[in-house]
């Protein structure tokens, strides 16, 4: 089947956004000769005719790990933790900050002289000691000076002069320099982070690897003191100053020591398993040299302390056994502390460094606190049900992860640093892949959740002390497309729920998930009944990303388990929204923008008309013809008649009705810029062009020249900033040709990262590379580490999940389509088409592709994770192809006459290791 629809295999290539011409050109793409600039350049317009306010040779620069130095440390806080595991952040300057490792959000809290000291002493010398961090930044105004900032721990101690942060996720790097310590220090800090493994990569570990180099001419003797609270029985909410907090108490903490590592282990007896509270750190080195302090002397009871004075006589005892002898005796069994206090532990690694000799040291900091709650649906049933985390069912305490951690290392570093590497060791632009891999990390936080029998769930985003907006939000999450590509398994889950959870029997779908799951009759959001009006975007969505989870697993047992709830909620439309199945979505449609459209309008079109082609494919992949034609028909009158009564201008607008002339919040003749999402999401899914691609084009492009602020100086926005002064930034809405309601639809004025890098990706697709890398490179200059942390867009709260749609941006500019039921997997590049590399993913696989065009093409295909089966390669070449997997040759037919179909004459299964080269002869 071959229409103007998509199905063909050449707008497969490419998701609808153009065939393929020439010899390994792509319609749009960059050209190589392109991609200079002269050395003043800092605008020019682009093909299209756009006006582009940064230097080319900027958008098109290769991608490496982002760098930062002072100032640009000030904002930057690195998650790391395990997917549901919750995380700490690490500082631009080392620290480390924003514990949220107790089930809940905890942004600006940190635990009280958690840090890390390093001892160096050399012949003839006194010890130095510093905390190996850089130094605290200004305000330093205290009405009794500084005691302790909950960012950089005592801030009395000297600290290195300079420091450099370098993040590229899911690894952290920070290099410490001081003239007056002969060591160089530089940390490296991750989570293991596996793609498809989601066991590997929800861990409730960090690793801290330092290493020391000794540039001095002498022999040093270093320790490197790693302090921290035994905070079990803190309730991740509540702001830490000292040891003391009415949740603890019955701490304790042992120094323990395993095959192949020490450490201490932290407990508490004041709690039952099941309690809210219960649960155990972990801190240890797999250094054979250890010394370790079980507990600082005021965390004793008063007739065993050495301290008779104010509360950092105890720190002051620690520095100097710390200072005069590198290492740490206790002789004392460790006795549970007092009701209401906990105590600092120290866990103490000392090398010997010849001169110019480098050595690294590794800390593991493991959790284990495996029971929540439901906090968030206030005067409902499910308030207050018990949850257990997912992590739980695999580990006993925070010990048994630290074992497990130790004894898996070299393969969980291994899987990670091979992500790393296939994604950052790429041709793809430096804003682009930061865009993708910093976003990523929203997975790893308090946005989601992995509970027992790995089911995920998924607040929008977090507040400071809170998860926001709860649960599963079908509109939000309609945006996000990393999760569905790196951790499909959690995906699928996430259908589950949509279709066997939320579903009436009607069809109507609820948009919101009460955790746990069950029966919904009499329960309420945010005092509503939970039957709320469904949300018409977020409900059309979920179709389409059922059918992506189908594209991706080739399951087709999953898609039958879920067909008949979706098919009940696809047809839902046409008790509600399309009664006479014209293909118009009309009536009242709860979107995410939290108002109700009135009438036609493109954004929620678009997603429908998506939906009904999705639905067609799916009806006929499990023979039920009859629902896939009238599937088929509605969505060819959709089409017609949406592009008839909606198209003005170089945009699409919203039909009004006159009964809803004066209801507020409506875009009217505005120029939405999400009123191409569910084209967008078409091409991420391959389904192609769902209206003329023509007036696509313009429209996206409308969107770009219309909403993409090259400066916010003059901008008046009422609602919430995201964008202010210079920066640059794509505005929700504007009305180019006047007719601006009064009281427009809430946020119109707002920029929200995620709806970013939907329109980003969308003209990249169609072939507007320059508009859409532009647009990317606003978003990430605004999140410079001084502005901004770049490892959080937040919109309602931090963390925010639609900034997950920046995914999007690798599958457009790489022109990567895969289907696993049809076998076939596509690239077409738009940058760098001549020498192109970068990640991809494959359902139950994922590797690297490389292309590169001299007389000929030849495209390499490097598996490094899992096994695919392909029946069919597409590619941006002509002529005779010769495949060979490891250098054997594998039979094949293609290229064909328009387009690089590369066919197995036997479906080629490819697992971990392997290597498929096709080479096309001219």
Not at 54 to 83: K, M, N, S, T, Y
Request: aromatic share 10%; proline share 6%.
């Amino acid at each position: 089947m071959s229409d103007d629809r998509g199905v063909d295999r050449r707008q497969f290539i490419i998701g609808g956004a153009g065939a393929i011409v020439g010899a390994a050109t792509v319609a749009g793409a960059v050209p190589d000769s392109d991609t200079g600039a002269k050395q003043d350049e800092v605008a020019f317009r682009s093909p299209a005719g756009s006006m582009i306010p940064f230097a080319r040779r900027d958008l098109v620069a290769l991608a490496q790990p982002r760098q930062f130095e002072e100032p640009h440390l000030a904002q930057i806080a690195f998650p790391l933790g395990g997917i549901g595991t919750g995380t700490i952040s690490l500082s631009g300057r080392g620290g480390f900050r924003d514990w949220e490792i107790f089930n809940r959000p905890n942004k600006n809290r940190s635990l009280p002289y958690t840090f890390v000291a390093l001892r160096v002493r050399t012949d003839g010398h006194d010890p130095i000691v510093h905390v190996v961090e850089g130094q605290a930044p200004p305000p330093f105004q205290g009405t009794s000076g500084l005691l302790l900032d909950n960012t950089q721990g005592p801030v009395g101690l000297p600290r290195f002069r300079k420091a450099r942060f370098t993040g590229g996720y899911p690894i952290a790097r920070v290099e410490l320099e001081d003239d007056s310590v002969p060591i160089l220090v530089t940390l490296e800090a991750f989570t293991p982070f596996i793609p498809l493994e989601t066991d590997d990569s929800s861990i409730p570990v960090v690793i801290f690897r330092y290493r020391l180099d000794n540039r001095s001419k002498q022999t040093v003797d270093a320790t490197l003191a790693f302090s921290i609270l035994n905070a079990v029985g803190y309730d991740g909410q509540a702001l830490l100053t000292t040891n003391r907090f009415e949740g603890f108490g019955e701490n304790i903490t042992r120094f323990r020591t395993d095959a192949g590592f020490a450490g201490l282990e932290m407990t508490s007896r004041k709690y039952p398993a099941d309690h809210l509270r219960a649960g155990s750190m972990a801190l240890v080195t797999t250094h054979p040299t250890v010394s370790a302090k079980m507990a600082w002397d005021s965390a004793y009871p008063p007739e065993q302390r050495n301290d008779r004075g104010p509360r950092w006589d105890s720190m002051q005892l620690w520095f100097e056994e710390l200072r005069d002898t590198g290492n740490f005796k206790d002789s004392r069994e460790p006795a549970p502390t007092l009701d209401g206090s906990s105590s600092y532990g120290t866990l103490a690694p000392r090398v010997t460094l010849r001169p110019g000799e480098q050595r690294s040291v590794d800390f593991l900091l493991t959790w284990y606190f495996p029971n929540r709650e439901n906090y968030w649906n206030a005067n409902t049933p499910v308030q207050g049900a018990r949850l257990r985390n997912h992590y739980a069912t695999r580990f006993t305490d925070a010990w048994a992860v630290a074992r497990h951690v130790v004894d898996e290392l070299p393969r969980l570093e291994g899987g990670t640093r091979a992500f790393h590497k296939a994604l950052f060791d790429s041709t793809l632009p430096a804003q682009v892949v930061d865009a993708v891999s910093s976003q990523m990390s929203i997975i790893r936080t308090n946005t989601g959740l992995l509970l027992e029998g790995k089911r995920f769930f998924a607040f929008e985003g977090t507040l400071d002390g809170a998860g926001c907006c709860p649960m599963n939000c079908t509109h939000v999450w309609n945006y996000e497309q990393a999760l569905a590509h790196l951790f499909p398994d959690l995906e699928r889950s996430m259908r589950v729920t949509d279709f066997e959870v939320n579903v009436n029997e009607d069809g109507a779908m609820a948009f919101r998930t009460l955790v746990p799951t069950g029966d919904r009759k009499g329960l309420k959001f945010f005092g509503q009944p939970s039957q709320m009006y469904p949300a018409a975007d977020g409900q059309m969505g979920c179709i389409l990303k059922l059918y992506r989870e189908w594209q991706l697993s080739g399951d087709l047992e999953f898609l039958r388990r879920l067909w008949p709830p979706a098919k009940r909620a696809l047809e839902f439309a046409w008790k509600e929204w399309d009664v006479d199945r014209g293909g118009l979505i009309e009536g009242r449609q709860h979107n995410t923008y939290d108002i109700e459209f009135f009438g036609p309008n493109p954004m929620i079109g678009t997603l429908y008309l998506g939906a009904l082609l999705a639905g067609e494919r799916m009806a006929r992949a499990l023979g039920e013809e009859t629902a896939a034609v009238e599937y088929g028909r509605v969505f060819e009158a959709g089409r017609a008649n949406l592009d008839r009564e909606l198209w003005r201008g170089g945009f699409y607008i919203q039909h009004v009705p006159e009964a809803q002339a004066s209801t507020k919040y409506q875009f009217g003749e505005g120029c939405l810029s999400d009123q191409m999402l569910g084209q967008w999401f078409a091409h991420v899914v391959g389904l192609g062009y769902l209206l003329p691609p023509d007036h696509v084009k313009e429209t996206v492009r409308s969107i770009y020249s219309h909403n993409f602020k090259h400066s916010f100086a003059d901008f008046p926005n009422l609602h919430r900033v995201y964008a202010l002064n210079d920066e640059k930034g794509v505005v929700l809405c504007s009305w180019p040709h006047g007719h601006r309601p009064a009281l427009p639809f809430r946020y119109s004025d707002e920029v929200w990262t995620g709806v970013e890098y939907q329109v980003a990706a969308h003209l990249i697709y169609e072939g507007m590379v320059m508009e859409g890398l532009a647009i990317v490179k606003g978003v990430r200059d605004r999140h410079d580490g001084l502005r901004r942390n770049p490892w959080n867009e937040t919109e309602c709260g931090s963390h925010y999940a639609r900034a997950l749609s920046s995914w999007s941006l690798l599958t457009a500019i790489s022109g990567y389509q895969y289907s696993a039921p049809d076998g076939r997997l596509a690239f077409a590049p738009r940058v760098h088409e001549t020498d192109f590399r970068c990640f991809f993913t494959a359902g139950t696989a994922w590797g690297t592709v490389a292309l590169k065009v001299s007389e000929a093409t030849t495209a390499t295909l490097s598996i490094l994770h899992g096994v695919v089966t392909l029946t069919e390669i597409v590619l941006p070449a002509r002529g005779r192809c010769a495949a060979a997997l490891n250098g054997h040759r594998v039979e094949s037919t293609g290229p064909g006459a328009a387009a690089g179909v590369v066919r197995f004459v036997s479906p080629a299964r490819l697992a971990a290791g392997d290597v498929l080269t096709l080479r096309f002869s001219a």
